[in-house]
């Protein structure tokens, strides 16, 4: 959940990132993916959550949601929520 007005320093961020996607569409899928994804939305072992912030950081965080690296998997019929999990 993102408290808005946003700070400069989240400004500054979401400018960056805009420069890179340039489609309201594809910022729009990266965060349906991310509330699509039970990885993302702490089902880890570690309880990891994306953040607003995190996924703002760098320009490889929505990449990878984009690209589908935290989507919800099945093997064998066992939901595996990120390979990810397996560092830990």
Not at 14 to 28: G, N, P
Not at 55 to 67: P, S, T
């Amino acid at each position: 959940q993102v408290r808005f007005p946003l700070s400069e320093s989240r400004k500054h961020k979401v400018a960056q990132r805009w420069q890179e996607i340039k489609s309201f569409d594809v910022m729009v899928q990266v965060f349906d993916k991310i509330q699509a994804s039970d990885f993302c939305k702490g089902a880890s072992r570690q309880n990891w959550q994306a953040t607003f912030d995190w996924v703002m950081a760098n320009d490889n965080n929505w990449r990878k949601v984009l690209e589908g690296n935290y989507d919800n998997r099945t093997h064998g019929g066992k939901n595996t929520n990120n390979a990810n999990d397996e560092w830990s």
